[in-house]
């Protein structure tokens, strides 16, 4: 019989419950190794009176995640203080439902950017002021879609990432030395960061890992991280889709002589 299959989880510690129970479900053994931290803006007033100030002046706040509804609601927490929102995503919308925020634009199916972009609220928005609630510098994919059809569209930056000060590079080792191994990472920027926090002697055992992500663009930078094996996609970002994957990649793996 083979040994358990060790999974390494490097969602950010406080969110990382979930994942970690799916993975126990799946039959294997979860690793938290957070490789990102979510922090509230450097100065919080200062930020909390530059939302309030922006507010007003907008006709619609588009939240690209779940850490920008926490942190964009922890600054101006009144429900009424917004206009019409916004969700890329059905769990950042009930996060906003969960804040009080009750009517929000969210795509039926799809977890994207371009399915937010394809609800026929956003194609006439000519003349519409749009600020864009997120954290550190992503995809501007939206704010080039809205300006593309006549919005104005600003970004607010609600909190901060980093990699984390202190990891344990402990769970590191042990989940190095097991077999096998996958590593499930939510972005392209966890997945940099675990090999910023990794001892170099450890980036041989991370390259010979199976790799479980969310998007396509995770191919190119394995590729030059230098893995052995091309990752598998999931369908978006959730725990959901990435347990799915990662089931499929296991129970293929197994059969394997």
Same mark, same amino acid.
């Given at each position: &019989?083979?040994?358990?299959?060790?999974?390494? !989880?490097t969602?950010?510690?406080?969110?990382?419950?979930?994942?970690?129970?799916? !993975?126990?479900?799946? *039959?294997?053994?979860p690793?938290?190794?957070?490789?990102?931290?979510?922090?509230?803006p450097?100065?919080?007033?200062a930020?909390a009176?530059? $939302?309030?100030?922006?507010?007003?002046?907008? @006709?619609?706040?588009?939240?690209?995640?779940?850490?920008?509804?926490?942190?964009?609601?922890?600054?101006?927490?009144?429900?009424?203080a917004?206009?019409?929102?916004?969700?890329?995503?059905?769990?950042?919308?009930?996060?906003?439902?969960?804040?009080?925020?009750?009517?929000?634009? !969210?795509?039926?199916?799809?977890?994207?950017?371009?399915?937010? $972009?394809a609800?026929?609220?956003?194609?006439?928005?000519?003349?519409?002021r749009?600020?864009?609630?997120?954290?550190?510098? *992503?995809?501007e994919? $939206?704010?080039?879609?809205?300006?593309?059809?006549?919005?104005?569209? @600003?970004?607010?930056?609600?909190?901060?990432?980093?990699?984390?000060?202190?990891?344990?590079?402990?769970?590191?080792?042990?989940?190095?030395?097991r077999?096998?191994?996958?590593?499930?990472v939510s972005?392209?920027?966890?997945?940099?960061?675990?090999?910023?926090?990794?001892?170099?002697?450890?980036?041989?055992?991370?390259?010979?890992?199976?790799?479980? *992500?969310?998007?396509?663009?995770?191919?190119?930078?394995?590729?030059?991280?230098?893995?052995?094996?091309?990752?598998?996609?999931?369908?978006?970002?959730?725990?959901?889709?990435?347990?799915?994957?990662?089931?499929?990649? &296991?129970?293929?793996?197994?059969?394997?002589?």
């Amino acid at each position: &019989m083979r040994p358990r299959p060790a999974v390494l !989880v490097t969602r950010p510690a406080p969110q990382a419950g979930k994942q970690r129970r799916l !993975v126990a479900e799946a *039959g294997a053994e979860p690793f938290l190794f957070p490789a990102l931290e979510i922090l509230p803006p450097e100065d919080p007033p200062a930020a909390a009176a530059a $939302l309030r100030a922006l507010l007003p002046k907008r @006709d619609l706040a588009v939240f690209v995640s779940t850490n920008a509804v926490a942190h964009g609601l922890d600054l101006v927490p009144e429900a009424e203080a917004w206009p019409v929102c916004a969700a890329v995503g059905r769990r950042t919308a009930a996060a906003l439902r969960g804040r009080g925020i009750l009517r929000v634009l !969210v795509p039926a199916q799809g977890f994207t950017s371009e399915a937010l $972009l394809a609800l026929p609220e956003l194609q006439h928005v000519a003349g519409k002021r749009v600020l864009i609630v997120r954290g550190p510098p *992503g995809r501007e994919l $939206l704010a080039e879609t809205l300006r593309a059809r006549g919005a104005e569209v @600003d970004y607010f930056q609600a909190y901060r990432r980093r990699p984390p000060a202190r990891p344990d590079l402990e769970v590191l080792a042990r989940w190095c030395r097991r077999s096998p191994r996958y590593v499930l990472v939510s972005s392209n920027e966890t997945l940099e960061n675990l090999f910023h926090l990794a001892p170099e002697a450890m980036h041989p055992c991370l390259r010979r890992a199976g790799l479980v *992500g969310p998007s396509a663009r995770l191919g190119p930078l394995a590729r030059r991280l230098g893995f052995t094996r091309p990752p598998r996609i999931a369908d978006n970002a959730t725990d959901e889709a990435l347990l799915r994957t990662l089931r499929a990649w &296991m129970a293929e793996d197994e059969t394997t002589p």
